[in-house]
């Protein structure tokens, strides 16, 4: 078996262990006699499966009695538009920090619910180099809520600091971040991620929200797309995804084997050394286009001289089995996801590669 240095922006790296793990798992789960894919979610052994992740994820982040760990379906652009159906109240507002192509979509679902304002844009025609900080956002302290995406995953630019919003319920995704490295839960209201990036497989939503924010939803929309339902029914009011929350579990579990998420920060801040150092080594060849203070430690972007060598270099990276790495459509350029199960020895391959590269460029 050969596996590639997998740079894919989402669906993305998993640990490869947890995949062996789900192989073996696949066909019959525990000495049930059948695979975990076949049990009932209401059987006592998926029923382990689904407490286990919640604990697991109570447990690494070190979420308190104040909030519901939940996990959804329709991935983190369903929460783009449940947030604004539950909790932006008619005649009142919520602000958004714009920040990248997601924030957008965000912004777009409340904009058809009401009549959310624009807190920060740090845009340049249609181009973010960099996230607002604080002395740049502009909050209304009557807002319903504010709301945040900490990794831009297309621009590749992402928070350092975690917004101060006094009173008003701070809400972020952390799709494309969530569980990067410790973070201080009580900072916020309700955090959510798609899965796919850095804990499991795609379709899943992980929600954190505080019970008190929950309470406060409107109660006047469809059953299903309410907070309350979900909490109240521990996330199996209707069938979930039971084999991705079963891959969110092996995941958490493999973070909790290998040192917890300070072990996880530091493996990653030494990619992001290495990687960004040579991209700073050769900076008149591989232009990085972020600001330093925002630069992502998941997605890293960055150019080359032309649009002809940016596809040779793309072409060529992955002929060596190194793949992912096209820019998104909307930014171009190149892109290397580097999200936690994402090895060190695959950005010391592309690493390699670029010097190797760039000798014949
Ligand atoms: C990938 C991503 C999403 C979309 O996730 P889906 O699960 O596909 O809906 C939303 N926000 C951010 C920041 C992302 O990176």
């Known amino acids: 078996m050969t596996r590639v240095h997998n740079f894919n922006a989402g669906p993305a790296a998993l640990p490869l262990a947890v995949l062996e793990r789900a192989q073996r798992d696949m066909v019959e789960f525990e000495g049930t006699g059948m695979s975990l894919l076949e049990h009932s979610h209401r059987g006592k052994a998926y029923e382990a499966v689904h407490n286990q992740a919640g604990a697991l994820l109570r447990e690494l982040v070190g979420i308190s009695d104040d909030y519901e760990v939940l996990f959804l379906q329709g991935g983190a652009s369903l929460q783009f538009a449940t947030i604004p159906m539950n909790f932006l109240h008619p005649g009142k507002s919520a602000d958004y920090v714009l920040t990248g192509v997601w924030a957008k979509k965000a912004l777009g679902e409340a904009k058809l619910l009401g009549k959310p304002r624009v807190a920060a844009d740090t845009s340049k025609d249609g181009v973010f180099t960099r996230v607002p900080r604080q002395d740049e956002l502009n909050l209304d302290p009557e807002a319903s809520y504010v709301h945040m995406t900490t990794n831009n995953t297309i621009f590749g630019t992402q928070f350092h600091y975690d917004p101060e919003v006094g009173k008003v319920p701070l809400i972020a995704d952390m799709s494309s971040d969530f569980m990067w490295k410790p973070f201080d839960m009580n900072r916020y209201a309700m955090v959510y991620a798609g899965a796919q990036k850095n804990i499991g497989p795609s379709g899943l939503a992980v929600v954190v929200i505080r019970k008190d924010l929950i309470t406060t939803g409107r109660k006047d929309i469809p059953v299903i797309l309410r907070y309350d339902t979900h909490a109240e029914n521990q996330s199996l009011f209707n069938t979930p995804n039971t084999f991705a929350i079963y891959m969110v579990r092996n995941v958490l579990e493999h973070v909790k084997e290998n040192g917890g998420l300070a072990a996880v920060e530091q493996r990653n801040r030494a990619k992001t050394s290495l990687l960004y150092g040579a991209l700073d080594g050769d900076a008149d060849f591989w232009r990085c286009p972020v600001e330093r203070e925002s630069r992502s430690t ?63 460029a």
């Open 298 to 360: 998941m997605n890293v972007v960055w150019r080359l001289p032309s649009e002809e060598l940016e596809e040779r270099f793309v072409k060529e990276a992955t002929k060596q089995g190194l793949v992912g790495l096209k820019g998104h459509r909307s930014a171009g350029g190149v892109r290397a996801s580097i999200y936690n199960a994402v090895p060190l020895e695959s950005v010391a391959a592309l690493v390699e590669f670029m010097a190797t590269f760039r000798k014949t």
